[in-house]
């Protein structure tokens, strides 16, 4: 796994997102290939779209909390985000439990 960051655009461009500061985050390369142009997802046993969570806008420790290297969403945002963006996969889960033993995660 690479631990460099790319510019994501939060809103793609292909929905009308803008190369602004307030439209681009560090990402890495797995969140920004897994996100993709996503604004949002469909959680299981509803029909309403969920919108994912936007790191210039919304504070992260409402959404979520790290347990022994997983994420643990705390609302529909966080759940829908978890989802899309696979936070939850076995190998990011164990690289977050190495690099917190090492003291460098969160
Ligand atoms: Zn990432």
Redesign the pocket.
Same mark, same amino acid.
């Given at each position: 796994m690479v631990f460099t960051f790319q510019a994501d655009h939060i809103v793609s461009r292909k929905h009308g997102g803008l190369t602004v500061i307030e439209n681009l985050a560090n990402? *890495?390369?797995? *969140?920004?290939q897994n996100k993709s142009s996503d604004l949002g997802t469909y959680l299981p046993g509803s029909n309403r779209l969920v919108r994912l969570f936007n790191p210039r806008k919304d504070v992260w420790r409402k959404h979520f909390k790290a347990v022994n290297g997983e994420i643990i969403p705390l609302t529909k945002i966080g759940t829908a985000t978890v989802k899309v /963006?696979d /936070?939850n996969d076995a190998d990011?889960v164990n690289l977050r439990r190495l690099l917190t033993i090492q003291g460098r995660y969160p």
């Open positions: 990402a *890495c390369s797995v *969140c920004n /963006l /936070l990011r």
